[in-house]
């Protein structure tokens, strides 16, 4: 009771969870906070690197394709004029001439190029910073009057054809000032991380929307479900997950309704069965009270064996209860499975004389299995009760013992309605009966199969039925036979 009341108190005082929507909408949040910092790093941050690597590129990609014809010097003149155009660098290419730079193509497109103001001996500092750099410089010049401070930047390189001639290509390009553009988008993040975050609202709203109704409207018939309304329908809606949820519970709720219906009939059923001898030995007990010369041994048989029938009905019950809960083990041991089919078959005599049954048992020799003997006995025991309540008017029940690759099969066969193929699955079950007028047990307590399934379970024994409308049933169970070796054989290993 004080664990009960414990899980009760944890579940009474723990926090409530989150809504989906509010859950939707802080995953979005943090997806549009995280999407906004890398645009910030690479857009405001890092623009100033991107673009002058973007320059540099440049720089390389012409000096490459000028050079890509350097056999050729018309052709080199040609690809100076067209990158200068492309690209809007002032280019100049100088072939050096018995240690003179002699100039053969020069492109002045902009109107504040330095690379065209640049004296001989400045052309000469740069070349001998790219000699002693392996044939590439880069130098950045601010201009001297630039309220903007614009950078300019001279590019060279050196290259040798296969005559071993050596050309210098200087190229010149003005960096931009992106101040003004970073101060701009800075400006309108705070505006896009609003606009963001309330799209974000709007979507999770509407996601969650969708999402949810169906989850309430199942929430709402879960509840008609917990109350004993079995009819309650669970509507998925268009959602794959959601619609399997659905199926899973309109299942469940079908199930509840069967096991309700089943237990209440088991209630209805035991309740029969325990009032019955109660009024009998109550009857009974009153008549050898009441009337003078009613002591006969006769009226206190029928108390004495309604008594028994009482325990009897009582003991399934708490063997059943036992091995549905898992506390019945089945303690294992060696023993001859046809001598304790046989032993139960004694039990019948007087049935056999009193009431015209015919059992017989078809057994060719004797079979050990590894097993708890009580518990098969009463699996025998409970199939034979089983088969007399049923058998036809012949009131025949064979029992058939049959050997095969290591394997025995007990069969118990009778010749009465039989079951239908729609009821197999479920005569196992303690709560089921395929004729619903319940009516008294002639031998046994009428819970024999749901003792019997147990039973065989705890064995992880391969057990059933084979029945046809009309022709009677077979239930059968199987075990791996165990071998024996007597005394003599093991003093002769």
């Known amino acids: 009771m004080a664990q009960k009341s414990k899980a009760r108190n944890k579940r009474k005082y723990a926090p409530r969870a989150t809504g989906i929507s509010w859950r939707l909408f802080g995953t979005l949040v943090l997806f549009v906070l995280l999407s906004l910092i890398v645009i ?11 673009y002058e690597q973007s320059k540099m590129a440049e720089f390389v990609a012409n000096g490459e394709g000028i050079f890509a014809n350097i056999d050729n010097e018309e052709k080199m003149k040609e690809s100076v004029y067209k990158y200068s ?10 072939k050096a001439v018995d240690g003179e730079a002699k100039e053969l193509a020069s492109s002045d497109i ?12 400045g052309l000469s500092q740069l070349y001998k910073h790219a000699k002693q750099n392996n044939g590439v410089f880069t130098k950045n010049i601010a201009k001297p009057v630039d309220e903007n401070k614009h950078v300019n930047t001279i590019y060279v390189s050196l290259e040798s054809n296969s005559k071993g001639y050596e050309y210098i290509l200087m190229m010149e390009s003005e960096l931009i000032p992106l101040n003004a553009t970073v101060m701009t988008l800075q400006r309108q993040f705070g505006w896009i991380m609003c606009i963001l975050i309330m799209g974000a609202l709007i979507v999770a709203l509407a996601i969650s929307k969708i999402i949810c109704v169906p989850l309430q409207k199942m929430s709402r018939s879960a509840h008609r479900l917990a109350k004993g309304d079995y009819k309650a329908e669970f509507d998925g809606g268009t959602y794959k997950e959601a619609a399997e949820l659905a199926e899973a519970l309109n299942y469940a709720a079908d199930e509840l309704a069967k096991n309700d219906n089943l ?16 009024t009998m030995i109550k009857g009974y007990g009153e008549v050898i009270r009441d009337i003078p010369g009613e002591n006969t041994p006769e009226n206190v048989q029928v108390i004495i064996d309604e008594t028994e029938r009482l325990t009897e009905l009582v003991n399934d019950m708490l063997d059943l209860s036992k091995i549905r809960a898992g506390t019945r083990k089945p303690e294992r041991e060696s023993f001859n499975l046809t001598e304790t089919v046989g032993a139960v078959l004694k039990r019948y005599e007087k049935l056999t004389e009193k009431d015209g049954y015919q059992i017989s048992f078809d057994a060719d020799g004797d079979v050990f299995i590894n097993a708890d003997r009580t518990m098969i006995l009463q699996v025998v025991y409970n199939l034979i009760n089983n088969a007399l309540n049923y058998t036809g008017e012949d009131k025949k029940v064979s029992i058939v013992q049959s050997v095969w690759d290591n394997k025995v099969r007990i069969s118990v066969i009778d010749t009465g309605d039989g079951i239908a193929e729609k009821d197999i699955p479920y005569i196992w079950d303690r709560y089921y009966k395929v004729d619903k007028v319940h009516k008294r047990a002639k031998i046994g307590t009428g819970l024999g199969l749901s003792i019997v399934k147990g039973i065989l379970e705890s064995h992880e024994a391969v057990y059933g039925v084979e029945s046809r409308v009309g022709e009677g ?9 165990f071998n024996v070796v007597d005394d003599s054989e093991m003093a002769e290993r």
């Open 40 to 50: 910030w790093i690479f857009q405001i941050v890092l623009l100033n690197d991107f």
């Open 85 to 94: 155009a492309q690209t809007d660098m002032c280019i100049r290419l100088f």
């Open 110 to 121: 902009s109107a504040g190029c330095m690379l065209h103001h640049v004296e001989a001996y």
């Open 263 to 278: 237990q209440r009939e088991l209630v209805a059923n035991i309740s029969h069965d325990l009032r019955t001898p109660l």
């Open 473 to 481: 049933s077979n239930f059968w169970f199987e075990f791996e036979m």
